[in-house]
């Protein structure tokens, strides 16, 4: 059954979703983050993906409270990615209950970083966050695009021991269009033993039923629960 983990973004403390990563497309979902997270456990999910929008506009963590308060009043295992930086801020996240952690941008702009960060904690609590424009890498909020490509970058960090990664075709992310999934199978395809994480274009419960026919072991989504176009009552069937 394909990992269903759905997602939380922070700006103010407050619930959002952006459209390809712009700032200037904010729509508020709710004032209480710990709500929608206790709603999402109550339709019998296990993960959350939790996302410190402030923290990646600001370089630094920010929204460590937020991350606390679901983290204390819920039981969702919690990865946290968003503005981290330093090893002071994975400590930060890991001490207010995250039990894993997305590094992208560091990733690209400081890799050996990145790589002391999997050594550290190990490869079951550092993700690597593989987001990308036409199989290019972007980073600093999708506001940059590199000229590495997709899947070598992902395939160096496998070299290096990384295990899962959240791969975002930002075409895609808040269009409601439907996922990348032809994507996703060429990097499953190259790189079968890392554990991939598809995220950016879920509408409907049938595109996540798409990605399971396709391999695919996780799935993120976030906007299409908070449009209404997945029921929490899909979610409880296809999660039982």
């Known amino acids: 059954m394909i990992e269903l983990i ?19 497309t904010k729509k508020v979902y709710g004032d209480d983050p710990l709500e929608i997270a206790k709603m999402l456990e109550g339709c019998g999910l296990k ?29 969702l295992v919690i990865d946290f990615g968003g503005g981290l930086k330093s090893g002071k801020d994975l400590e930060i996240a890991f001490e207010n209950g995250a039990q894993m952690i997305t590094g992208g941008s560091i990733a690209v702009k400081a890799p050996e970083l990145f790589c002391q960060w999997l050594h550290r904690f190990g490869a079951e609590r550092i993700i690597l966050g593989a987001d990308a424009k036409d199989e290019k890498i972007a980073v600093s909020g999708w506001q940059e695009t590199t000229k590495q490509e997709l899947i070598p970058f992902i395939e160096e960090f496998h070299r290096h021991g990384v295990k899962k990664v959240i791969c975002t075709d930002i075409a895609c992310d808040g ?12 990097i499953r395809q190259a790189i079968p033993e890392v554990y991939l994480i598809a995220s950016g274009g879920v509408s409907s419960i049938k595109d996540i039923e798409t990605l399971e026919n396709a391999g695919i072991e996780a799935v993120i989504f976030g906007k299409a629960i908070y449009e209404g176009r997945i029921k929490p009552q899909e979610l409880e069937k296809l999660n039982s």
Do not use: F, W
Not at 8 to 23: A, E, M, S
Not at 175 to 186: A, D, F, I, W
């Open 6 to 24: 759905p997602a939380i973004d922070i700006i103010d403390g407050k619930c959002v979703r952006l459209t390809q990563g712009d700032y200037g």
């Open 47 to 75: 993960r959350l993906h939790v996302v410190d929008l402030d923290g990646a506009r600001e370089s630094r963590i920010i929204n460590y409270k937020t991350l606390n308060l679901i983290a204390s009043r819920t039981s």
């Open 175 to 186: 269009m409601l269009e439907g996922p990348s999934t032809g994507l996703y199978v060429k």
